[in-house]
């Protein structure tokens, strides 16, 4: 094998010659890693492997030969396919319970119905044609046809607007899934960072610590020291650290669209970024430096060296390595003035490892002036004597957005694990910057397999970070935060993140980094690989079960309120005050207007400061029954209230019945503006405002009331009579009155649920 070949199959490495692997699709890790000929433990993780090359993965640099050791479904993607076909996916909660709901209601009713059929007929002797027709018009009132279109039309409203957030939605379903989520298992690289290798740290040979900002391979920021920006003259030794990374380089950085890319490798894509950051080329007065000769990266001997000449007769060997490989090869270090002096290995190495510790990747960089006939580069003019310029620390950094992100889904009561295959060190320093509460505690991979599944249970509760995990401990770690009840969504772009993607309740794919078969698995796909999209996608998820529930919650009373005045006609034999075909005119002009505009209605204020809903939370919730049951015995009283006026008025039956059916229209939309802000009060200028969708509906159905009322066809067709001024006033103020006994019993229990939030946390306290 060699640089630019996709490995075939599973290979045991025999001859490595600077062989270098991306094995993100595998093991999630955002660079390259080097490859060599040495045996690992048998145990070792599957990022540990470094004498392994596997199916899928991509050869970057160097050349290889191995020893086929498995093919198809025995290679690590084959294994891991075959365990994608035996997760079974979970069903979503809206499915369950709009089947469940579905066969309880239809179930009910058409119980009903029997029994008042049964005894009309048999009890108080109704004529049977009479009887099965107000039967039928029971039925229709009753039954919420148009609730199935208002629900998907809810959906796929939630759909666009996620659509717009760079959240795409494989499944309809799933949306409101997304709303429910408590759990967000993500991975790191490239989404709570940005797959972009960065110079974050650099020391000089003057034993100066800097801190560089930017983003990526962005060009642009700067160097800092103790918060303030340095001149990168005024450091000695920089301009020598910055000529390095620059010549010592085969990397190029191009920009495309506005966004800045990398032509080779990252970390060397990242020391180019620095030294356009400190401006190398203003800086270097000598002019353009030519590259002679050079000494290629190898495993083996773990650094890059380049002889380079400037137009000025000067030459020099430019070296970048593991620091040990380099310190290895330099006898002095610069001082505070610039000049030499003899190498302080323990203090260097100790920099290394504090570097290290935070998570960053660290390179060292050499320098060693030479006679400028000097054309040919070979191994013993870099045995020794060279001068250390200083180290560099390199990460993929946290993208600035996820860290705000994050913070969101803590005030949301969401909580937010990191599962990654990148080592520990490297996890744990990118999850304290992102702001996971528990960064310190990092469990591997090789933790998790010595715990049972009770144990996993439990720690997976306590620890928020998990490092060099397989397909398998993902699994494993979703289905423990499933235990408890959560609904977790899971993120991920390789192929070992399929299996985990499928058996979460919400699998989220990487769109543009992310591997065909973590797409094919997920229910939801990020257009730009960004964890706040995640949290944007769930912030309106929240909106559309908000917005469910509040169709159900408008469609409910009203048709409860149409079933009821029906069912007490029937039950003490009085005359029909809406008749069956009026009934099907109030579902026909209300289902398909009114009740369509909750769809459109905007995330409320108060949406991500709740705590997510329970697993299995019901669609009718005991606050939303008991205004079901409030309003459908306002809406009867109403209506009864109104028809009964009319008859003692003198009025023909076919006008009592007219206001009557004005009435349960007036009560519907007053009913309208009442579920629109379900959770907060209704009386407020935005609440009243409105939005442009419900004014318009509002404007239909009062058109077609006016037309059915005041229309000579229409009131052929609907055996209607022109309602009196007086009396439509009448009619309005009854809406009105409703709507004010509805808001009452609104803030009374909005009060009482906010007492129990505040004796829940004095509890907790």
Not at 414 to 438: E, P
Not at 548 to 575: Q, R
Not at 592 to 602: D, K, S
Request: aromatic share 6%.
């Amino acid at each position: 094998m060699e640089a630019g070949d996709r490995v075939p199959a599973d290979l045991r490495l025999l001859e490595v010659h600077g062989l270098m692997a991306q094995e993100a699709v595998l093991t999630g890790e955002s660079v390259p890693v080097e490859k060599s000929t040495r045996a690992v433990a048998a145990d070792a993780a599957l990022g540990d492997r470094a004498g392994m090359a596997y199916s899928g993965t991509l050869i970057t640099a160097g050349q290889a030969r191995g020893l086929v050791v498995a093919t198809g479904t025995a290679t690590e993607i084959g294994r891991i396919s075959g365990l994608l076909g035996e997760v079974e996916p979970l069903v979503t909660p809206l499915v369950r319970q709009m089947n469940r709901f579905g066969r309880w209601l239809s179930g009910g009713i058409l119980t009903l119905a029997l029994l008042i059929l049964v005894f009309g007929y048999f009890v108080q002797h109704l004529p049977f044609g009479e009887l099965f027709m107000a039967v039928v018009g029971l039925s229709v009132a009753a039954i919420p046809e148009g609730l199935p279109a208002i629900l998907t039309v809810t959906l796929a409203i939630g759909v666009q607007a996620m659509a717009r957030r760079n959240a795409i939605i494989r499944r309809l379903p799933a949306i409101e899934t997304v709303g429910a989520v408590s759990v967000i298992c993500s991975d790191k690289t490239g989404t709570l960072t940005s797959n972009e290798m960065m110079v974050a740290t650099v020391v000089t040979g003057a034993g100066r610590h800097l801190r560089v900002t930017g983003s990526g391979y962005a060009p642009e920021g700067r160097v800092e020291r103790d918060g303030e920006a340095v001149n990168a003259s005024e450091v000695a030794g920089l301009v020598d650290l910055a000529r390095v990374a620059w010549l010592c380089n085969d990397a190029e950085l191009r920009q495309d669209d506005g966004q800045w890319n990398v032509e080779g490798d990252p970390m060397e894509g990242a020391l180019v970024a620095l030294a356009r950051k400190l401006d190398i080329r203003t800086l270097d007065n000598d002019g353009p430096w030519v590259r002679t000769d050079l000494i290629p990266f190898d495993a083996q001997h773990r650094f890059m060296a380049t002889l380079n000449h400037d137009h000025q007769g000067h030459a020099g060997v430019f070296l970048k390595g593991a620091p040990e490989a380099v310190l290895d090869r330099c006898r002095w270090q610069l001082n505070a003035d610039g000049e030499h002096e003899v190498l302080d290995r323990g203090w260097w190495e100790r920099k290394q490892e504090e570097i290290a510790r935070g998570g960053e990747r660290v390179l060292a960089l050499a320098v060693r002036p030479e006679a400028p006939e000097k054309t040919v580069l070979v191994f013993e003019d870099v045995a020794d004597e060279l001068i250390l310029v200083g180290l560099v620390g390199l990460i993929d950094p946290p993208r600035p957005e996820a860290i705000a992100a994050v913070g969101e889904c803590h005030k949301a009561g969401i909580a937010v694990k990191m599962i990654t295959g990148d080592h520990a060190l490297t996890a744990s320093a990118i999850a304290r910057q992102v702001g996971l509460t528990r960064a310190e505690s990092v469990l591997t991979g090789k933790d998790l397999d010595a715990l049972d599944d009770a144990q996993l249970a439990e720690a997976v509760r306590e620890n928020d970070v998990f490092a060099r995990t397989s397909p398998e401990h993902k699994l494993r770690l979703v289905m423990a935060l499933q235990s408890h009840g959560l609904a977790v969504a899971m993120t991920g772009d390789g192929v070992n993140d399929a299996p985990a993607l499928k058996r979460a309740d919400i699998g989220i794919a990487m769109g543009r980094k992310g591997s065909e078969a973590t797409r094919e698995a997920a229910d939801l796909v990020l257009a730009d690989d960004n964890f706040a999209s995640i949290v944007a996608a769930v912030r309106e998820g929240r909106t559309v079960y908000t917005n469910l529930k509040k169709v159900i919650g408008w469609t409910l009373p009203t048709n409860a309120g149409e079933a009821l005045t029906i069912m007490v006609a029937l039950s003490v034999g009085f005359t029909l005050p809406i008749n069956p075909v009026q009934i099907l005119w109030v579902n026909l002009v209300t289902g398909i207007t009114l009740g369509v505009a909750l769809a459109f209605e905007p995330m409320e204020d108060a949406t991500m400061a709740r705590p997510p809903r329970r697993r299995n939370e019901p669609l009718l919730t005991p606050a939303i029954l008991w205004t079901i049951v409030t309003a459908s015995s306002l809406f009867l009283a109403a209506v009864y209230g109104i028809f009964l006026h009319a008859k003692a008025q003198g009025y023909p039956i076919e006008l009592a019945r007219t206001m009557a059916v004005n009435t349960l229209v007036v009560m519907e939309i007053f009913y309208l503006f009442f579920m629109r802000n379900f959770y907060t009060t209704s009386i407020n200028r935005k609440a009243i405002r409105g939005t442009p969708v419900v004014w318009l509906t509002v404007g239909l159905v009062v058109a077609a009331q006016f037309v059915m009322t005041y229309a000579p066809p229409a009131q052929r067709l609907f055996d209607t009579r022109a309602v009196p001024l007086v009396d439509g006033l009448l009619i309005v103020g009854s809406g009105v009155v409703v709507f004010g006994l509805l808001e009452v019993e609104k803030q009374v229990r909005l009060r009482r649920q906010g007492r129990k939030a505040v004796a829940g946390v004095s509890a907790a306290q």
